[in-house]
């Protein structure tokens, strides 16, 4: 910490603080230069080897040698700290209590600088450098594949940094794991200080910690990627969880082997820096007087592997939810695999039977993200069966797709879809997806990436949508509602079949007046692989819809058979190693099911959105389209109060 200031201004004999300034240039060189005058040869000569020496050995061991980067009345530790250079003490004089005496002299790293800054492009400030880094050999084996298909794909400049104890020399290292640098574009960093073998945990920790500072101010990387506490050592990652909340990096901690993450590959750095920011809630609106199709979802969702923390539950109870399942509620616990019951149950208290306005207001308002750019919500319908490995899909799309460089953001996308519907929800005849909609003109270039659908077509069964779109959907929802709208509009037909909740027309609406689209897992209609199906034996229809004296409505749904589903999605990337694809490349499959192309697509747009702002926004041809504003659907509709009236107004 700096003196204060009144230190030096209370002794009176510093006189003015502008006196120095007045003093001629020369009175300090000329005073120098007279003292070396007056010294004798021989001392002037020794004087100037004595400072070159000392020049010498500073600038010598800068870069290397370091006790604790960091600042001291942060990272200092008692027993290191009470020894310096004077004292070389190369064994600490208390051993453990296995007797072990450890080496505890300074840190040198004998060639991470120079790998270092070899690697750097100088020039380029946006690297994209990713760091894959282990503090044990053995997992060398699990990680290279990882980080080899990584770098082959040139999203991100890729390292390694070999970190821990282990002294066998980094080339036997690359020897052993078969590296070839030609089919491996990687930079080896070899970070592990002198003495490394004998070295106490404690400055094993100093070193991975001074090693990461220097990694993070040549390579200034967007994440660094690690396997989680169960498989590496205490010293390791208590160093990397450490510097990486320090230095604001995003630190990836596997739980599993790398084999299961094989999609990580396919991120680029600014996906993966977005890792551990990414929220998503589940959202399931239970049925009235059953329990069995819930329950059963239920237990898939604690099944799943989340492979982190996992996604927040929220449960829409109807006014007469079954006794079974308020019973089964009171034991369910969640997260999965811990003692905690952190969900959200909402029960309804009319007791009066829903509308479809009501329906949808209330399905819509189940869910308000904390933050748009990175809360985003999971609906799932209760006949609904999700495989174990629907979160790596979910996650690996919603990275890929939301959250890469900023110039390949697909602005119209809304969402990812888990389920594949077999029938159109317009009509519910069976989808044929037309082949020149999937096919690209890079198509050789697609033929080992997932088949993708881009559709013009909301979902309700397993959908995720993203929480910009739910809280723009939520704002278009407010303004269609609006008393003084609906005085004014014309009642719209009924596009989407009652089989499917209300809230799903409204979507469609806003879906075409925007020209937003879904993701759809093509892959399930082609093959057994699935992520999600839905069961006819356990379907319930809307509960707005559930009237006796009506004709019964019935489902007509693909089931897929998840039984034997893999835990992780690595079989499907096994069979479609090129990944998710290209999402710009894609045609978009308009809501008819019907071909078209981006001109035709974006005129139908158009011509939509002058119709509902006419016929349902309440506007009139002379009044001006307003300019979109972020998270909102305002210029869609004229003349709404929603301040006044919005969702809370009587329906």
């Known amino acids: ?69 960091s600042d001291g009345h942060l990272w200092s530790h008692p027993q290191y700290d009470s020894y310096t250079d004077s004292e070389p003490l190369e064994t600490d004089n208390t051993p453990d209590e296995d007797g072990v005496r450890y080496y505890r002299g300074l840190i040198e790293f004998e060639s991470l600088l120079a790998s270092l800054y070899s690697s750097r492009s100088w020039g380029d400030e946006d690297q994209d450098a990713v760091v894959f880094a282990t503090g044990e050999l053995k997992f060398l084996g699990d990680i290279l594949p990882v980080a080899c298909d990584m770098a082959s794909r040139e999203r991100n400049k890729v390292h390694l940094a070999i970190m821990g104890r282990e002294e066998i ?43 990461m500072v220097h990694m993070y101010r040549v390579l200034n990387p967007r994440a660094i990627i690690t396997r989680d506490a169960e498989h590496e050592e205490s010293f390791f990652m208590d160093a990397v969880e450490f510097r ?28 993966l820096e977005a890792w551990n920011d990414v929220q998503t809630e589940i959202l399931i609106n239970a049925p009235p007087a059953s329990s069995g199709s819930l329950r059963k979802l239920l237990k898939d969702l604690q099944h799943a592997d989340y492979f982190g923390p996992a996604p927040g539950l929220t449960i829409e109870l109807p006014v007469d939810a079954d006794p079974t399942l308020l019973k089964y509620l009171k034991t369910f616990r969640w997260p999965p695999r811990t003692g905690s019951r952190h969900f959200t149950l909402r029960r309804r208290v009319s007791p009066s039977v829903m509308t479809s306005q009501e329906a949808a207001v209330r399905a819509v308002d189940s869910f308000y993200p904390k933050d748009s750019s990175r809360y985003h919500v999971l609906v799932v319908s209760p006949n609904t069966e999700l495989a174990p490995s629907f979160f790596h899909f979910l996650k690996y ?86 008393p003084s709208i609906q005085a004014k509009q014309k009642t719209p037909p009924k596009v989407i079949t009652k089989a499917f909740p209300s809230w799903m027309d409204y979507m469609l609406e806003f879906m075409r007046a925007r020209a937003y689209y879904l993701t759809y897992p093509e892959f399930a209609t082609q093959g057994d692989l699935a992520l999600a199906t839905v069961h006819n034996e356990l379907y319930q229809p809307p509960e707005e ?30 069979i479609y190693p090129g990944s998710l694809p290209d999402i710009r490349e894609l045609s978009v499959l308009p809501y008819t099911g019907e071909i078209a192309d981006v001109d035709d697509f974006m005129e139908k747009r158009d011509s939509f959105r002058r119709t509902f702002r006419k016929d349902i926004g309440g506007c009139t041809d002379g009044d001006d389209i307003p300019k979109i504003v972020p998270l909102k659907a305002d ?12 969702l809370d107004a009587p329906i």
């Not at 004709?551 to 998840?562: A, G, I, P, R, T």
């Not at 210029?635 to 919005?646: S, V, Y």
Request: aromatic share 10%; net charge neutral.
């Open 169 to 211: 020399p980094l080339a036997d290292v690359q020897r052993a794991n078969a590296f070839i640098e030609e089919d491996c574009p990687i930079v080896w960093h070899d970070a592990r200080p002198d003495h490394a073998s004998s070295s106490s945990p404690w400055r094993l920790e100093l070193s991975v910690k001074a090693a």
């Open 635 to 646: 210029d869609l509709f004229c003349q709404a109060d929603i301040t006044k009236e919005g």
């Open 397 to 482: 799309s919603l990275l890929k797709y939301k959250y890469c460089a900023k110039e390949n953001i697909p602005a119209h996308l809304v969402g990812i879809s888990l389920e594949m519907p077999s029938s159109r929800p317009t009509d519910g005849k069976p989808l044929s997806v037309p082949k020149s909609i999937t096919k690209s003109t890079s198509a050789e270039a697609r033929k080992d990436e997932l088949p993708t659908l881009l559709w013009q077509m909301p979902n309700s069964n397993a959908v995720l949508y993203f929480g910009d779109k739910w809280l723009e959907f939520q704002s278009f929802l407010s303004n269609r509602l609006a």
């Open 244 to 271: 990486a909340y320090q230095m604001r990096m995003t630190h990836i901690a596997l739980p599993s082997s790398m084999s299961n993450f094989k999609w990580i590959a396919d991120l680029d750095s600014s996906s």
């Open 1 to 69: 910490m700096s003196a204060p200031k009144r230190l030096f201004l209370s002794d009176e004999e510093l006189g003015k603080k502008y006196d120095d300034h007045n003093r001629p240039n020369s009175i300090y060189g000329s005073s120098i230069m007279n003292f070396w005058r007056r010294l004798p040869r021989r001392r002037r000569i020794a004087l100037a080897i004595t400072v070159a020496l000392l020049l010498f050995i500073f600038f010598r061991h800068v870069p290397t040698r370091t006790r604790d980067i």
């Open 545 to 574: 819809y559930d009237d006796p004296k009506q004709q019964q409505v019935e489902s007509n749904f693909d089931e897929k058979d998840l039984a034997h589903s893999p835990s992780t999605i690595t079989t499907l990337l096994d």
